[in-house]
């Protein structure tokens, strides 16, 4: 009898022990799971630096090669090498870097109706790294999931899926800066790294919803719909996650193209107060969990953003002098800025500031391309005395020029306020925040073929000025230089008429610069006159691909086309560029004004 006692104690004591074991070893499974999890995020983060970092080693590399051409090249008038192209980097450029997702079309956005446009495709490169990015998500979130272990696997695919769509907040906000490093470590413009911004939005906003649903599903398959109903009411992690799911669905579609164009700056503020609701109230969602962290890293970038964008502003602006602006309203709708810098810098080709006039557009900041640059020297004191050498040094003050295109919010009310002013005239005091941008280098092309839509002009004109002067001083390798600028009617010359004066009487001009204007709308024939061989003036839209092919017979070393325009004038250009690349050696860039 007690023997029999003692053999079921022991039997019940080892049970016991067993099904402590299996817990354990249920718990040990568990932790590796959440320590997978982690670690796939991590991988994740690993992938898209290293991409990252081969991409920056194959732009230095590219950079070098630019480098070593513009010392050959400066001092040669003989470039016949670097007109020749390489086969293998043609192709790469044709039908990978420079080509549309399919046939020609990616700029030109999709209309609905007037006003409201559906967006733009992305270019086959941009394509390429979304397909990838997406595919690198939809792996990591199902990989080593025990799909099999019916009890476990929700739960594990959940918090997988959780895991992931917190991670990607970091890249997502490191993109959206206007001082991310990576635009100029890799020379690749603010409106492709916010493409970038939104898709891994979009993969964070789908992982979140997965997230959500595998919840849903697990409980309501565990204990049907009326507990799934109870379990949502006062459960902090089930209400927080809601408000989060909302949340992001909201910023996605808020975020959508035709909206952001029409209401930039309601979709704006919307936004930004839309992210601050959700990130407060994802940060308790993962109180007390370790996929905090990412929340946190997410947080102090954007913070760190704003600082920085407060500290040039403050540094610009408000220590040792204030920023003035003049207005001048000019015929054809548009506006010159000429900013009195506080604080100026060297201004180089390529760059653009933001700028803020309170007085008109509150807070609200916006993006123009430098078009001019100009020390003024004050000669004369008040009294009206010249004063001496070293009182003219003191007071040289520098001023950058914008040229504005009037639209229908801040760049309207700027043209009307002016307009009102004596002679079209108004001074206001402004923020500048810059200078930004200034990733395309053009100093090693023999040949620079220059394509502007009306107001992108401006983005051109800093670099004819910075080539006919490099020129002059023999340091770059331009030989050829042709502006090709299609404007609605001659009024627009106006836009830019002291600035094109100035570089037309810049020393030896004639030997390197051509124009070509075309005039769409001519209100009568005698308008167009071609005052010399070097400027031609055509009535009519250019026909981009004869345009380029006369540069291509006359093209002396490489050949860097730039174009700033509407979307339609882009994939003009770009189509006229890709079909020559694989006999010539031709570079593709483009600039947009907008994202
Ligand atoms: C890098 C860059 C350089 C630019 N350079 C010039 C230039 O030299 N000359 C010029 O005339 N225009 C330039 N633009 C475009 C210019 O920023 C917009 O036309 C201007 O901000 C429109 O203001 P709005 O309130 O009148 O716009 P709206 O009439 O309300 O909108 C017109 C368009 O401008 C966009 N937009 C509006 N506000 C902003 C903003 N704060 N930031 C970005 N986009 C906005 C909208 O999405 C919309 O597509 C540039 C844009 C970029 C991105
Ligand atoms: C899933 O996440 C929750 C919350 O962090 C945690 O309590 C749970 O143990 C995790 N489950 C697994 C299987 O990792």
């Not at 192709?91 to 420079?98: F, G, T």
């Not at 397909?131 to 594990?156: H, Q, T, W």
């Not at 055509?538 to 345009?547: D, E, H, L």
Request: aromatic fraction near 10%; proline fraction near 4%.
């Amino acid at each position: 009898m007690a023997t029999s006692v003692t053999i079921v104690i022991a039997y019940m004591a080892m049970s016991v022990y067993a099904q402590q074991g299996a817990e354990q070893q249920e718990a040990a499974r568990m932790a590796y799971y959440g320590t997978m999890q982690m670690d796939y995020a991590h991988y994740m983060l690993i992938a898209m630096a290293s991409i990252v970092t081969l991409f920056f080693i194959w732009k230095t590399a590219l950079r070098f090669t630019f480098h070593l051409r513009h010392l050959y090249a400066q001092a040669n008038e003989n470039q016949r090498y670097f007109a020749r192209n390489d086969y293998h980097m043609a192709l790469l450029k044709r039908y990978l870097v420079d080509a549309p997702l399919f046939r020609t079309r990616h700029n030109r956005e999709f209309q609905l109706f007037h006003a409201v446009n559906l967006g733009s495709l992305p270019n086959r490169f941009q394509a390429i790294c979304l397909a990838g990015l997406i595919a690198m998500n939809v792996s990591l979130c199902v990989l080593n999931i025990p799909f099999s272990d019916r009890k476990s696997y929700p739960e594990l695919l959940r918090n997988r899926t959780g895991t992931l769509a917190v991670t990607n907040l970091i890249p997502m906000v490191i993109l959206v800066g206007r001082n991310n490093p990576l635009i100029p470590l890799l020379g690749l413009s603010f409106d492709t790294w916010n493409f970038f911004h939104r898709w891994i939005a979009r993969i964070a906003a789908l992982e979140g919803i997965a997230h959500m649903l595998t919840f849903v599903v697990a409980e309501v398959k565990q204990s049907g719909w009326a507990a799934l109903a109870k379990a949502i009411q006062g459960h902090r992690q089930i209400t927080t996650g809601l408000i989060i799911i909302v949340g992001f669905v909201s910023l996605v579609l808020t975020g959508a193209s035709p909206l952001r164009h029409a209401f930039y700056e309601t979709f704006l503020h919307v936004h930004i107060l839309l992210v601050l609701m959700t990130f407060v109230t994802l940060w308790y969602h993962l109180q007390d969990m370790p996929q905090q962290k990412y929340l946190l890293a997410t947080l102090v970038l954007w913070v760190a953003e704003l600082a920085v964008r407060l500290i040039i502003n403050v540094y610009r602006n408000l220590i040792g002098g204030k920023t003035t602006a003049k207005v001048e309203a000019l015929p054809g709708d548009a506006s010159r800025i000429t900013l009195k810098l506080a604080r100026p810098w060297t201004v180089r080709p390529g760059q653009h500031v933001y700028i803020c006039i309170p007085s008109i557009g509150l807070w609200t900041f916006h993006p123009f391309s430098v078009a001019w640059s100009e020390k003024q020297q004050a000669l004369t004191d008040e009294k009206g005395l010249v004063m001496t050498q070293q009182d003219v040094v003191s007071t040289q003050t520098e001023t950058i020029s914008l040229l504005v295109r009037r639209r229908t919010g801040f760049t309207d009310r700027l043209y009307k306020h002016a307009s009102k002013g004596i002679d079209g005239q108004a001074h206001l005091s402004a923020f500048v925040e810059g200078p930004y941008g200034e990733i395309h280098n053009l100093d090693s092309y023999g040949t620079v073929v220059l394509f502007a839509g009306g107001v992108g002009i401006t983005h051109h004109i800093p670099f004819i000025r910075h080539l006919a002067r490099g020129y002059a001083d023999g340091v770059v390798a331009a030989r050829r230089v042709t502006l090709i600028w299609t404007i609605k009617s001659p009024e627009h010359l106006e836009w830019v008429r002291p600035w094109m004066n100035t570089i037309l009487q810049m020393d030896r001009r004639r030997e390197i610069l051509r124009i070509m204007l075309f005039i769409t709308r001519p209100r009568s024939t005698n308008e167009i006159r071609s005052p010399s061989s070097t400027i031609e003036m055509f009535s009519g839209r250019p026909n981009i691909q004869t345009v380029l092919d006369k540069e291509i017979e006359q093209q002396i070393g490489a050949m860097g086309v730039m174009v700033c325009g509407s979307g339609a004038l882009s994939d003009d250009v770009r189509h006229a560029c890709r079909q020559r690349q694989v006999s010539s050696n031709i570079d593709y860039i483009e600039e947009s004004f907008s994202w």
